[in-house]
């Protein structure tokens, strides 16, 4: 459950990097992908590991990738958003600092008051 919870929380970060993306052909991406995208970065969010591991990144970059349209990238942000919720031991400013540490550039900030309905 603590797994499914820091998941949730980096797929909202994932989510916020998905808008940052350009509307391509359509892909019905899942929640189910978003949550194995972001798995890796779950020990990182906690603070069981002090760098962010290159698995997850990995993970963050695949998601940004997957995510080419808005509603694949609002449902990214919705599924993260559903899943933070039940995270517990998260730390959110590790949170908001991933895609920066995976190279990953984000317009916008990474949070839990995203309104996800904005997502483009």
Do not use: F, W
């Not at 989510?15 to 019905?28: G, I, N, T």
């Amino acid at each position: 459950m603590a797994r499914s919870s820091v998941v949730a929380v980096l797929m909202l970060a994932a989510a916020v990097l998905l808008v940052a993306a350009a509307p391509q052909a359509a892909h019905a991406l899942t929640c189910g992908q978003v949550v194995m995208s972001l798995r890796e970065c779950i020990p990182y969010v906690r603070g069981q590991v002090t760098s962010v591991p290159a698995a997850c990144c990995k993970g963050v970059k695949s998601l940004n990738a997957l995510a080419k349209s808005t509603p694949d990238r609002q449902t990214a942000c919705s599924c993260m958003k559903s899943q933070i919720a039940t995270i517990k031991g998260i730390d959110m400013s590790k949170v908001a600092g991933v895609p920066g540490k995976c190279g990953v550039s984000v317009p916008y900030p990474i949070s839990t008051s995203v309104d996800c309905s904005k997502v483009k």
